[in-house]
Each structure stands twice: as structure tokens, then as C-alpha cells.
């Protein structure tokens, strides 16, 4: 059976309805190692039994938004330089069918329920073989994958420590400042303005005294 249906007859694009089923024939995800970037592995949600974790480094989840795919933002800003300046493991999203362009309302917007809830699967079953503690893993969402990673943390069986929405300045932008964030010397730096009205009129250097803190992955928990 097929684990998605096309819109009603009359809709003028090709779009679909995922299922509410996990595993999902339109749900990926692909396993990237800093030696191996050019081979990524396909994960089996249910069945981990294949996959070598060694040394046990921390998980990052990469979710792309509407319209992307596993080499789409967030991937291609933060997944080479993660791999390269962290000990860490990616995996990177892919559900490109559910969220193709036009189809973002309803069609997009309703499958992100299910992508989200198939990114909960493979999260419970890593915790639940033991191969990742819930605080080793890191999900990081931009947009519609955003949206996504909120929802999935409501469905986990352990709550998950860090969860990372890209969405806090120019849309298609935030993304490249996020990623220049894990490998900055400098960073950048932040501090809160105050109030909303003060910032539409530029008043925030007012608060320029207040203590900063580094905006994007290295941020304050």
C-alpha cells in the first residue's frame, strides 16, 4: 500500500497526503561521518543493528523546510561544518516529496504532522537500543523543518535537551549565519533590546551594557 494519496481531482498540481504511517516510503534518513560525506547511509527507523557509532559522538538532526531535501538548508550551510569542527554524527532529513513546491497549503503544512512523527519513531528507537542518550541528541530545524522538530519533541517517549529553530532574521540568510556560528572565532554576539518598540525605532544601543551572549549553536542553554 502506498503510504500517500494524491489530492482531490481538480487540484492543478501534484500533490500529496502522506499517510500516518512509520516507516514511510516518502521519509528518509541519511547518515553522514566526516570520512564518509561523499557515502551517506541509509537508515532502517526500525533496525540500527547495521550501523557502526564509533567513538559514540553526539547526533545532529538536520530538518529541511518546504521545497528542500537532504542537500538543502539546513544541510548544505551546517552539515560540512559540523562534520568538520565537532565530533559529532549528522543525519539529514529527507522528505522532499511531501513538501514540494506549490503544495504548501494543505497538503505540506498536514504532512509535516506525519514527517514529524516518523522523525519521533527513529528518536525513540536510538534511545530505546541504546545506542544515543536523549541529551546526545541535537535536532536542528529550518522553517517548515523548524515547525517540525517542535512538533516531534511533543511526541518523544524522553524529552530532548536541544532543539534549534532557523527562522531569527532574513529567511534564506539565517541558515548561512547559523552555520557561520559553529565555526566562527569571533561569533556573533547578542543582547536583548529591551522591548519591541524600541527596536522598530533603533533604540537598542541603549541596552548595549547588558551582558551578551553568542547568538546561533554555541548559544546559552
Known amino acids: 500500500m502506498s503510504s500517500a ?3 482531490g481531482t481538480g487540484f492543478p498540481f501534484d500533490c500529496i497526503f502522506a499517510s500516518e504511517e512509520c516507516p ?4 528518509k534518513f541519511w547518515l553522514y561521518k566526516n570520512a ?3 557515502e551517506p547511509l541509509l537508515l532502517d527507523a526500525l533496525n540500527f543493528s ?4 564509533e567513538p559514540r559522538w553526539p547526533l545532529k538532526i538536520l530538518i529541511h523546510g518546504f521545497n528542500g531535501n537532504q542537500h538543502a538548508s539546513p544541510n548544505q550551510e551546517s552539515r560540512p561544518i559540523l562534520l568538520h569542527t565537532q565530533q559529532a554524527y549528522v543525519i539529514s532529513m529527507d522528505y522532499c516529496r511531501l513538501t514540494r513546491f506549490p503544495c504548501y497549503y494543505p497538503s505540506a503544512t498536514a504532512n509535516a504532522r506525519v514527517v514529524a512523527r516518523c522523525l519521533t519513531q527513529l528518536i525513540d ?3 530505546a537500543s541504546g545506542i544515543y542518550l536523549a541529551s546526545d541528541l541535537h535536532l536542528i530545524g529550518f522553517s517548515l523543518g523548524a515547525q517540525i ?4 519533541v511533543n511526541f518523544v517517549k524522553q524529552r530532548l535537551q536541544r532543539i534549534t529553530g532557523i527562522r531569527n532574521c532574513n529567511h534564506f540568510r539565517a541558515p548561512l549565519y547559523y552555520a557561520e556560528s559553529i565555526g566562527s572565532e569571533r561569533g556573533f554576539w ?6 519591541w518598540l524600541e527596536c522598530v525605532m533603533q533604540q537598542c544601543r541603549r541596552y548595549a551594557d547588558v551582558p551578551h551572549t553568542p547568538m546561533g549553536y554555541f548559544v546559552s542553554k
Open 125 to 127: 528507537q536510538l534511545i
Open 36 to 38: 564518509t560525506q561523499g
Open 24 to 27: 514511510n516510503e516518502h521519509i
Open 50 to 53: 547495521a550501523i557502526a557509532l
Open 5 to 7: 494519496a494524491n489530492i
Open 149 to 152: 522538530a517542535g512538533l516531534s
Open 190 to 195: 547578542s543582547y536583548n533590546c529591551g522591548e
